[in-house]
Each structure stands twice: as C-alpha cells, then as structure tokens.
C-alpha cells in the first residue's frame, strides 16, 4: 500500500471535504468548521469545538480494496477514567464500517484547578479499512466527532488512486445547535443525531452544533447566509442560552429574529426547521445558569429571585421560538417551520439522559431516527 498527502489530495480537488477552513500543521491539515474571517470572533472556548470536525466527511472514489488514513489525534481525558477512542466512519456502497484508536495526544483535565490541565504527547497512528469492494467507489470517511485531528495521508493498495468522487446529488442540509448537536457523546460519527437523520433522509449533512455553544452568534449566521448550495437549514436552540444564562426575554426574542434575518437576506426561499430544546429536568420550569453538581448531574443553581424578572426556562423558551416562527409564517415566510423538540426527545427519554442534560448514545440514534421522516418529506417538497 501507499500513502497520498491529504494535503495535496485537496490542492487537486480530488477530496470533497466539508470543512470551511483548515489549520496546516505542516505535516498535516487540522480541519476546522467555520470559515477563517470568524477566527478573530470566536470566543476562546468555541475556538476548540470549531476545530473538533463532527459531520465533516472526506468524499472521494478510488478501485482501491483497502482505504486508510494516517492522523494525529488530541482527545480530552479525566485523570480517573479511562480514555474514549477516536473513532472514524467509512461509508461505501450503503454499508457503514467503523475503525478506532487511543493513539495520539491527550489533554488531561485538572479537575482541582478549574481551567487547568497536562498534555500528555503521543504518537500518529493509521488505521485501515480493507476487504472493500473491487472496482471504483465512491467512499465517504466520517471524521472524529469527539477530538481535534490533524489529517495527514490516505493510504490505498499500491497502484491505485484517489479520484474525485462523482457530483453529489443529495440535497445539501446545514444543522446549527449546542452539544447535543455535536454530540461529543454519541460512540462514533456517524452516530451522531444530525447524521443519522441525515443518512437516513439521504441528504447531505454540514453540522454547525457546536458543544456549549449556540447563543445565536452573528457571525454563525452570517457563514449560513454565505454558504452555497444549501437546500434546508436547522436551528436548535436555547438549551445553553438556560444553562448559562446568557439571555433574558427581553434579548432572546429579537436575536432569534436577527439570526433568522440575517439567513433570509441571501436565502429567502430555502426551508428554516427551528427546533426548541429537548427534554432537560432541572430546567424545564426553573432558569439557569446550569452546572455539574457532585454526582455529574446537571442541575439549575439559585439566584438571586427579585432579580430574575425575564429569565428563561426551557419550558418559556420552547413557548417563544413557537410564537417567532408562528408570527413570521403569518407575516409572510411559509418556509419557516417550528419542531418541539420534545417530539425528539422528551420526559419519557431520561433513562438516556445520565448527565440530565447530554443523552448517551441510544438517545441520540432515537433523536436522528424520529427527525429523519420531517427531514426527508421536507427535501422531496424541494425535488
């Protein structure tokens, strides 16, 4: 077998790779999901949630029967627990094959000093998929939802090549949410609710959920109003808008109108799905800030009450992204839509909710399962 340069694979447009811009590390591309012009924007914390690629796929054809990918990866890990695998997706053919590592760096969180941590250093690692079917192919490889990866080579069977893979013909989908978007804690890539409603919709998926995240930043929207070739486009919020109290009424109304206004300026047909949040217990009726208690549930903390006129709730929140949708379709966008997203997760899910407020891995494959039916009606509307 052989290895080709991910970085020269690019530079000649024989990968479609979903990322908006790239970190070149020199021996390798780090991608990241949001386009360079937000860099100055972000704030230093989603700076690393940009860089981990949940939903960004390397698609390409080769004859090869054996695909691999040479890659350092840098996972988060605590000091008592044992540390998760990067896990890559390969897609061909309607079958899905899965390949994981520990090799690479990690950031050992100091659980005693908050902000705090160690890099730990390790090495690069390949990991190959084989017994792939002869002939040309079109190959889809999911890259890690849960760690910073710098991507260095594909490898296939001596003799054969790397091809641009045939156009796309899937409706193109662009999903923008918090964690339980990213979903950090779903077991591989594919897993993730956005890409199983995705794969089983056969649309093509660019996930924007981004973990603790998703207070309605401009400069998400302005990237979502820019972008080409969208067909349908999701938003999921308010879920960390509670957790971190970062809005009261009086503010979380007109952003949501002003990120909704910001994507119509350059896309005034394309279908908005906005979805409220899912089933959250300790915030459903009381506002946040939200936090980690002793056991590693998630609880709303108190506050100072007389001061607290216009917070939010989940259950408020869910009452006005219904009202704005309702309002704006009655002035004049039917493409506006509005998902409870209890529907997709609720009360009676919480035995998949350990933390009370990330599901684990069932509930996100529940979640992309009970989305999907909407999602694939709504791009046959567009056919």
Not at 91 to 113: C, D, H
Request: hydrophobic share 40%.
């Amino acid at each position: 077998m052989h290895s080709l340069a991910i970085k020269d694979l690019i530079a000649a447009g024989m990968i479609d790779h979903g990322a908006l811009d790239f970190d070149d590390r020199g021996t390798g591309l780090a991608p990241r999901r949001l386009p360079d012009w937000t860099r100055a924007q972000l704030p230093q914390p989603m700076d690393v949630t940009v860089r981990m690629p949940s939903g960004v796929r390397l698609r390409f054809a080769t004859e090869s029967t054996g695909v691999g990918i040479s890659f350092l990866a840098t996972t988060w890990a605590m000091p008592d627990r044992e540390r998760r695998p990067v896990v890559f997706n390969l897609e061909t053919g309607g079958t899905l094959l899965r390949a994981e590592s520990t090799s690479g760096n990690a950031i050992v969180v100091k659980p005693e000093a908050p902000g705090g941590f160690d890099l730990v250093r390790g090495e690069a690692d390949t990991l190959l998929f084989d017994d792939l079917p002869s002939g040309d192919k079109t190959c889809e490889l999911w890259l890690p939802h849960n760690a910073l990866v710098e991507l260095r080579a594909l490898v296939v069977d001596d003799g054969a090549a790397i091809t641009a893979a045939p156009a796309d013909g899937r409706r193109r989908w662009v999903h923008y949410g918090s964690s339980i978007s990213h979903c950090v804690e779903a077991s591989e890539p594919a897993g993730t609710w956005p890409a199983v409603a995705a794969r089983l919709a056969d649309v093509s998926l660019r996930n924007l959920g981004f973990g603790g995240q998703c207070h309605l930043d401009q400069f998400v929207a302005r990237t979502i109003r820019d972008l080409p070739e969208v067909d349908i486009v999701s938003i999921k919020t308010g879920i960390n808008i509670v957790n971190m109290d970062s809005m009261r009424e009086r503010v979380f109304t007109p952003a949501l109108h002003g990120f909704l206004d910001t994507i119509r300026e350059a896309k005034p047909e394309v279908p908005i799905v906005v979805i409220s949040p899912i089933y959250c217990p300790s915030a459903e009726t009381r506002p946040g800030p939200t936090i980690p208690d002793g056991q590693g549930k998630f609880v709303t903390i108190d506050g100072f009450e007389q001061f607290r006129n216009g917070s939010l709730s989940l259950v408020r929140i869910r009452e006005i992204i219904a009202d704005v949708v309702e309002k704006r379709r009655t002035a004049g966008d039917p493409g506006l839509h509005y998902v409870d997203g209890l529907t997709l997760f609720g009360a009676e899910d919480a035995h998949d909710l350990p933390d009370d407020l990330h599901p684990n891995p069932a509930g996100y494959r529940r979640m992309g399962e009970r989305f999907a039916p909407g999602l694939a009606e709504l791009a046959a509307t567009l056919d």
